[in-house]
């Protein structure tokens, strides 16, 4: 008798895993009809800068092109970017910059997100809205590049950078008499953790939640696409993955150098919170804004993940 069961069992396991591989047959098909994917849109690069200033605890001997990047999200309510990128007007917003801010924040191989689409005959146009994950230059610059985009922040983060100085915020990439703001608040209901969020078209696939502390009002943002896979950008509550790993900062150098936060406090909350998440969700991919190693992992516009 005993000799049967393992043969029970396995003809068990063969009708279970039969079942399920049709309905996962089943959903992908209806998943594929909604059509949700996302690509990253690389518009340039920050010059060669040692790991160990970007995040503290980082190798002094490895050499970082941080990337300055937008996310594409095509959804079929509309497409919607997380940030803009570095932008077509960008020369003329950095002036208003120091020149040591200049040298500091020096950008190469810009390449704007409006002009990779034009090339890969992307309409422009189906970007319905730019969800920036905070509204410094480097994630900001694009957004005149798109005056039929609605844009949407939170009013903390709008207020801050309308009254923040250089080189963090630009004003010339805030007031463009085109740009359409518009202002939200996460509401009180929670996810996966985050006690406040936002579910920008109510199908759950896309949504906000809070992540101040490097800016007044950054919203980190959760996407899953048509497979069921999420990804988490987190914008630059740290730049590199390594400071979600390690539950790390940026160096003490770069703090003395310039700050880089609105609230450090907050912002290392903000860090610890996101390295319990990758502890406990390691099926869930987290995405700080600028780090360029990532990148190979994931789909490159005019490339969608689904
Ligand atoms: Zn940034």
């Known amino acids: 008798m005993h000799k049967h069961r393992p043969l029970i069992h396995s003809i068990t396991t063969v009708a279970l895993l039969l079942l399920l591989s049709i309905e996962s047959q ?31 605890g980082g190798s002094w001997f490895n050499l970082r092109h941080l990337a300055q990047n937008a996310v594409l999200i095509r959804h079929p309510k509309g497409d919607v970017m997380i940030d803009a990128g570095l932008g077509q007007k960008i020369d003329k917003q950095f002036s208003e910059n120091s020149f040591v801010m200049r040298q500091l924040f020096a950008y190469e191989n810009l390449n704007p997100a409006i002009d990779q689409y034009v090339k890969a005959a992307y309409d422009a146009l ?35 950078a309308r009254e923040g100085p250089a080189p963090a915020h630009l004003q010339s990439q805030l007031n463009h008499k085109d740009t359409q703001w518009n202002f939200f608040e996460l509401t009180n209901t929670a996810h996966l953790g ?4 936002l579910d920008v078209y109510g199908d759950g696939s896309i949504v906000l939640v809070d992540l101040k502390g490097h800016s007044a009002g950054q919203v980190g943002i959760f996407l899953t696409v048509s497979s069921g896979k999420q990804y988490f950008f987190v914008g630059d509550t740290t730049w590199t993955i390594k400071g979600v790993q390690d539950n790390a900062p940026r160096s003490d150098l770069l703090k003395w150098v310039v ?9 290392t909350q903000k860090i610890s919170l996101l390295h319990d998440f990758y502890q406990t969700h390691n099926d869930i991919t987290i995405v700080p804004a600028h780090d360029e190693t990532l990148m190979k992992d994931l789909p490159l516009f005019p490339d969608f993940a689904y």
């Open 126 to 160: 189906n970007v319905k809205k730019i969800i920036p994950t905070h509204l410094h230059w480097d994630h900001a610059s694009g957004i005149v590049d798109f005056p039929k985009a609605q844009v949407w922040v939170q009013k903390s983060e709008y207020v801050e």
């Open 194 to 197: 985050f006690s406040k969020s």
């Open 26 to 56: 089943a959903t992908q098909v209806t998943q594929a009809d909604s059509n949700i994917g996302f690509a990253i849109v690389n518009t340039g690069q920050a010059g060669l800068t040692p790991e160990g200033v970007l995040v503290s």
């Open 259 to 267: 700050d880089i936060n609105w609230d450090d406090e907050a912002n």
